[in-house]
């Protein structure tokens, strides 16, 4: 899988590393509806020492238990879950305080993709098309940067921004700076729920038009 990438580790089962001490494995929840790429993915993670897969959904209402319950580091969805869609489920994480570092994957990434997931809370894109080594990649690179974005260039922002009414713009700017809804909710002088729905409204806006022509 090609990456776009920039959790905590949790006290659980260690992993021996090569001079015979221990680390701590990241604890991985998957969500997808096809049992298939469940299977898939979960042999692909259970190849690694490091990596544990501690729990897998074929739902959103499964995810949320699974969360409560096992606690990962870091979550792997798909962005094209049916439904709300990944990026409305990273956006719903992001708002809890003990949030697990996210990975999106996609069936492509474009400019488009990678603005919307930075503004989603996700750490990482990854494409379903680049080999399964991009995925581990991604999983690893969130973990160690939990409050991380994928890399987002001055001409990405400018394209998107120049899609957005003016009002929407500084919430965009701060929002791919790192800054959480509560700091740009505290800085625009709005209410957090207001920014995240500002911020749900741009990354559809950004979806539906794209960012990169």
Do not use: C, K, N
């Not at 581990?136 to 991380?148: D, F, G, Q, S």
């Amino acid at each position: 899988m090609s990456v776009a990438a920039a959790a905590r580790p949790w006290p659980g089962v260690a992993a021996p590393r090569g001079d015979g001490g221990m680390r701590r494995l990241i604890r991985i929840v998957l969500l997808d509806d096809h049992s298939a790429v469940r299977a898939g993915i979960g042999a692909i993670v259970a190849s690694e020492q490091d990596l544990e897969l501690v729990g897998a959904a074929g739902s959103e209402r499964e995810l949320w238990s699974l969360l409560r319950q096992a606690r990962p580091d870091v979550v792997v969805l798909d962005m094209h879950h049916p439904g709300r869609g990944g990026l409305s489920i990273s956006l719903q994480i992001m708002r809890r305080p003990d949030a697990p570092a996210v990975v999106l994957y996609s069936a492509g990434i474009d400019d488009a993709t990678v603005v919307a997931a930075a503004l989603a809370g996700a750490g990482a894109v990854v494409s379903r098309s680049s080999p399964a080594g991009s995925l581990l990649e991604a999983i690893r690179t969130v973990a160690r940067a939990p409050h991380a974005l994928p890399p987002v260039s001055l001409r990405m922002r400018a394209a998107a921004a120049a899609r957005l009414d003016p009002a929407d713009r500084p919430i965009l700017v701060m929002r791919l700076a790192g800054y959480p809804p509560a700091e740009i909710s505290e800085t625009l002088r709005l209410p957090v729920h207001a920014v995240r729905d500002r911020l749900a409204a741009i990354i559809a806006r950004i979806e539906r038009t794209g960012t990169a022509h």
